[in-house]
């Protein structure tokens, strides 16, 4: 017996890096998986790898009419909806914030955040004829703390969080529950530096080699995360067994978002040393 069997979901960016290790991990709990994204032939691709519990249909997440047809395809596949993954991304938009045009500034909010609107939005009606559901938001740990991503994505991520726990109040009442995971490090196309559109699978797979040597220590886990760690905790919260969780960001990080870990800070907290004694009043 699967966590998710019987159950329908949809998985946003799902042609590769997370949506593709989410969409895998569904298929093996026994769901109905539509894989919606951009690109077509890594997306069919898997759809070949996965078999018949599986569809692909082009997405584009920054248009809602795109976003609206994927609920519908699923629903009319497999009979309705009980999970969404919005989960597709890129990085948009870098740089200082006098450099960005109005225009950059927008798609990449489109990309990053108009898109998990748009899913809550179109997946709500159909979970609530289903009498549940579990909304599963990809945000970041750039939607928890600033420094780490660029502006765009960073707001993105804090709207994906804010949006998340908004969400779960609304649709509470109809057991529709919503929670966001907070990705750290993870070793995709995107952390590699690249879309994985843009690259061979020989340079991208070389690219995450590097990546992993160079973000290998930088968390107190000492190694970069992988797609199935992500994968892991969304299962989690599409099942049953999260059925009292709503609201919450699960942060998947190593440990990066607590703080710097024993081994790079040598001295005063690592050093064992005796209690300092003192009679009260001596320190004044
Ligand atoms: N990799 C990391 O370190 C990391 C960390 C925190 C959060 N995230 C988030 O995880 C999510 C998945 O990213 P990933 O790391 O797996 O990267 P990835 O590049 O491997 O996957 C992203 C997928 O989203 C798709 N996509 C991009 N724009 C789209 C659009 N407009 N419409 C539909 N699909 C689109 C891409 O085609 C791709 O398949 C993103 O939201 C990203 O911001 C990643």
Redesign the pocket.
Known sequence: MGLLDDRVAIV??????????TAKRFVAEGAKVLL????DE??EELVTELGGNTAFLH?????ET?VEAAVAEAVDRWGGLDVIHN?????GVTGPLEDTTDQEWHETL???LS?VFYGTKHATPAMRERGGGSIIN?????GLVAGI?AHA?TVA?HG?VGLTRSTALELAEYNIRANA???????????AGR???EVDQDELQARLAKARAAMDNSQPLPRM?E?SD?AAAVTWLASDDSHWVTGTTQIVDGGLTVGKPWRKQPGAMAEKRPIRMYAPGSYE
Do not use: H
């Open positions: 946003t960016g799902a042609a590769s890096g997370i949506g593709a290790a919606a994204d951009i690109q890594a997306g997405t584009n997440v920054a248009r795109d989960n597709a991304g890129f990085v489109d990309v990053l898109s990809t945000a970041s740990v750039c991503g994505y991520k994906v995971v907070c990705p750290g490090y993870i070793a995709t196309g995107l952390s879309s994985v559109s995360g797609p992500i």
